[in-house]
């Protein structure tokens, strides 16, 4: 159709002209009737050269019969529509090189004859942006989805991404982000907080409940989302970088029991149970079935077998094997008291069996013990997470081995106390009171003056005797704790202890919580101290501090050492035990109390006891 192409320019030029895009006036046979100057710097064409000429001139030639047959579907239209920009189009230059641009059509009626207005525009940089941003993307090691900050709206996937939701990249674009959470309406709220925010990194709605993604296969996955706000081509948009945490829940779930587990370790009373727990556990809480351990047998000279999974008996069809000292991969741990895990025994040079039918192993030293052995029939059978709880298992067993160890150990010295005190009760006493006795009818049938010094022998036997028997129960823990009321303690042990001229001063009326039994040693312990000190006229006092309380009198006070008359065997005095004030020190700290030393009031001796368990 021809025009009076003067009004066409007449019309047009000034709106040609005042734009920074290149401009081209298109007629319905694709001829090019107007270009504004800004053609020459995108195509190197003066706009002369141009007019008249079909539009494909400036296509590339791979492409020139697809832009003919969408130009002439454009114009056959029957309604010509304002078209936006038109994305991953090129250019030819009139050099031959090509560029990327974006093309925009606007259907313009003049004289009756329809044209189309297209507006072209090099996205070169805008190109190469997105080409480096797409290379980050995808350089991303965990599920990256671009979404527009406003509505939510995903305009840009990683590969990762795709993989990871189980879609192809172009199915996630152009869906909400919220679509890819089990709850859309908490997720968008999520999402809405987070874009306000600026971005953060969450894995929990504000109720403590998890974050879960949804797979196009439907299954849900707990995730970690780092959201980061951002702009681009002047879009405010939001990244949200997915990371699937199934892997650590899977690890803190299993500490979590791991932890109930230890305090049952921890509660057994031999070697055989913790051994017993340890395999029970590998297998239930740490999903290890196949596992065992062995302790060092110093009669057999080898690591022994002392609780295994029914699992492995299975490979064996009996209770596992014993390991030699100085044979396998298994005692090798045990000497050097280093981990090891292999993930295919084939490999390995020293296993103890070249014909084992495990593949993959864990070997976990237990301190001076043995080792815990974790095995698999299947080679690379343990990820990371199976070492680190499977080592974490170990270092408790360990722990409450050692503890077992230390308690047999300290039950036997007790038994050995046990029986030193039968010894000092009955096997000295014995003799002891037949010696009063004798000393009692030699003063009815003469007296001598080497008699009071055989009476004086028997007392500091006695003493040393009542020293002892204390001393002996001092390791034992305290356990009978109840309420006692101070005064009445302190007058009954005044009576067993006290002379014709010493005084006692009561100025307390509550009650401590105490072993009744262990307080009287203390208490007479002391009275006797300010007696062979201070002498038969010294006065003690009792009395109340804010956290507990003390016993001083009036003698001549503690020497400038005063901290080491509380040590075991010391003593101030030829005929001393040296175990009185070490025995009150050890009731003390068998209670939990706090011992200090002081000059008293009258500038005699004052020990105090805090952190006590008063009752008013």
């Given at each position: 159709m021809d025009c009076d192409r003067s009004v066409v320019d007449r019309s047009s030029a000034t709106i040609l002209d005042a734009s920074p895009d290149a401009i081209l006036l298109v007629d319905g046979t694709g001829r090019i009737v107007r270009a504004n100057d800004r053609v020459t710097d995108l195509f190197g064409y003066e706009p002369h050269e141009l007019v008249g000429d079909d539009i494909?001139?400036?296509?590339?030639?791979?492409?020139?019969?697809?832009?003919?047959?969408?130009?002439?579907?454009?114009?056959?239209?029957?309604?010509?529509?304002p078209m936006g920009a038109s994305v991953e189009l090129s250019g030819l230059h009139r050099d031959g090189s090509t560029f990327p641009v974006d093309v925009s059509l606007s259907p313009v009626t003049l004289d009756g004859e329809t044209f189309a207005v297209a507006v072209v525009r090099d996205v070169s940089q805008q190109v190469a942006l997105q080409t480096k941003y797409r290379t980050i993307l995808d350089a991303v090691p965990d599920a990256v989805v671009v979404?527009?900050?406003?509505?939510?709206?995903?305009?840009?996937?990683?590969?990762?991404?795709?993989?990871?939701?189980g879609y192809e990249p172009a199915e996630l674009v152009g869906r909400t982000q919220s679509a890819l959470h089990p709850d859309e309406d908490r997720y968008r709220e999520l999402f809405e907080e987070h874009v306000s925010a600026g971005g953060a990194i969450f894995s929990q709605f504000p109720d403590g409940s998890d974050v879960y993604a949804e797979t196009k296969s439907g299954s849900q996955i707990p995730v970690e989302i780092n959201?980061?706000?951002?702009?681009?081509?002047?879009?405010?948009?939001?990244?949200?970088?997915?990371?699937?945490?199934?892997?650590?829940?899977?690890?803190?779930?299993?500490l979590e029991r791991l932890h109930t587990a230890t305090r049952n370790l921890m509660r057994a009373t031999s070697t055989d149970v913790v051994a017993t727990i340890a395999t029970k556990t590998a297998s239930k809480v740490l999903e290890l079935p196949m596992n065992g351990v062995h302790l060092y047998d110093d009669e057999a000279d080898a690591l022994v077998p002392a609780a295994w999974s029914p699992e492995a008996e299975a490979v064996f069809d009996e209770q596992p094997p014993s390991i030699p000292a100085g044979e396998g991969l298994a005692w090798r741990v045990y000497r050097t008291g280093?981990?090891?895990?292999?993930?295919?025994?084939?490999?390995?040079?020293?296993?103890?069996?070249?014909?084992?039918p495990f593949r993959s192993e864990l070997f976990l030293p237990l301190g001076d013990h043995g080792v815990l052995l974790v095995s698999s029939t299947a080679p690379d059978a343990f990820d990371t997470t199976d070492e680190a709880l499977a080592r974490v298992l170990a270092a408790n067993v360990e722990s409450a081995l050692d503890r077992v160890e230390r308690e047999q150990a300290l039950k036997r010295q007790n038994e050995r106390l046990d029986r030193f005190a039968s010894i000092v009760s009955h096997d000295l006493r014995n003799p002891l009171s037949v010696a009063e006795g004798r000393l009692a009818l030699a003063r009815e049938s003469a007296d001598s003056e080497h008699l009071a010094h055989v009476e004086r022998a028997h007392e500091r036997m006695e003493g040393l005797i009542e020293d002892l028997l204390a001393l002996a129960?001092?390791?034992?823990?305290?356990?009978?704790?109840?309420?006692?009321?101070?005064?009445?303690?302190?007058?009954?042990?005044?009576?067993?202890?006290?002379t014709a001229e010493a005084t006692l001063a009561v100025e307390t009326n509550r009650a401590v919580r105490a072993d009744s039994d262990r307080l009287r040693q203390l208490l007479e312990n002391l009275f006797r101290n300010s007696i062979e000190h201070g002498g038969d006229a010294v006065t003690v006092t009792v009395g109340d501090i804010p956290d507990g309380f003390y016993v001083a009198d009036d003698g001549p006070g503690f020497p400038d050492d005063a901290a080491a008359l509380f040590e075991e065997g010391y003593s101030t005095t030829g005929g001393g035990t040296g175990l009185g004030l070490?025995?009150?020190?050890?009731?003390?700290?068998?209670?939990?109390w706090d011992l200090s030393v002081a000059e008293s009031v009258d500038g005699g001796a004052r020990v105090e006891f805090r952190d006590v368990d008063v009752e008013r």
């Open positions: 494909e001139r400036l296509v590339p030639e791979d492409v020139r019969e697809s832009h003919v047959a969408d130009r002439d579907a454009y114009f056959d239209s029957p309604e010509m529509r979404a527009d900050a406003a509505s939510g709206e995903i305009i840009e996937v990683s590969q990762q991404a795709a993989d990871f939701f959201a980061y706000v951002f702009e681009l081509d002047s879009r405010r948009l939001i990244a949200g970088v997915f990371r699937d945490v199934t892997a650590r829940k899977r690890r803190e779930e299993a280093t981990p090891e895990v292999y993930a295919d025994l084939d490999e390995a040079d020293d296993a103890l069996n070249a014909e084992t129960r001092q390791d034992e823990p305290v356990t009978e704790v109840r309420a006692v009321p101070l005064a009445e303690a302190v007058e009954a042990c005044w009576d067993h202890v006290r070490f025995i009150v020190q050890r009731v003390a700290s068998a209670h939990g």
